[in-house]
Nanobody
Framework: QVQLVESGGGLVQPGGSLRLSCAASGSRFSLAAVGWYRQAPGKQRELVARIASDGTETYLFSMKDRITISRDNAKNTVDLQMNSLKSEDTAIYYC????????WGQGTQVTVSS
């Protein structure tokens, strides 16, 4: 069973930065696609960034110039660096791992407000 534990969310002012981290249990991390999704109140969950096992990266178009996803297969971690944050980035951010099934973290709140 895969467990995902997120950290790094919080309150940040517009224009600020946050780095989200996700630590995964299990031995198949390097074979999995991992990424981050977000869900704002009243909206559907959407993909923010994803990195495949071969390193291919996918980004949400509206954020692609402000975010970077990275993974460390030795540590079983995936990070999301977010810069120039906007109020519309406020959401719960979820870590996701895809390997034969979908696994989700519990979510971490990101609030962008002055």
């Amino acid at each position: 069973q895969v467990q995902l534990v997120e950290s790094g969310g919080g309150l940040v002012q517009p224009g600020g930065s946050l780095r989200l981290s996700c630590a995964a249990s299990g031995s198949r991390f390097s074979l999995a696609a991992v990424g981050w999704y977000r869900q704002a109140p009243g909206k559907q969950r959407e993909l923010v960034a994803r990195i495949a096992s071969d390193g291919t990266e996918t980004y949400l178009f509206s954020m692609k110039d402000r975010i970077t996803i990275s993974r460390d297969n030795a540590k079983n971690t995936v990070d999301l660096q977010m810069n120039s944050l906007k109020s519309e980035d406020t959401a719960i951010y979820y870590c996701n791992l895809q390997y034969l099934a979908d696994y989700w973290g519990q979510g971490t709140q990101v609030t962008v407000s002055s």
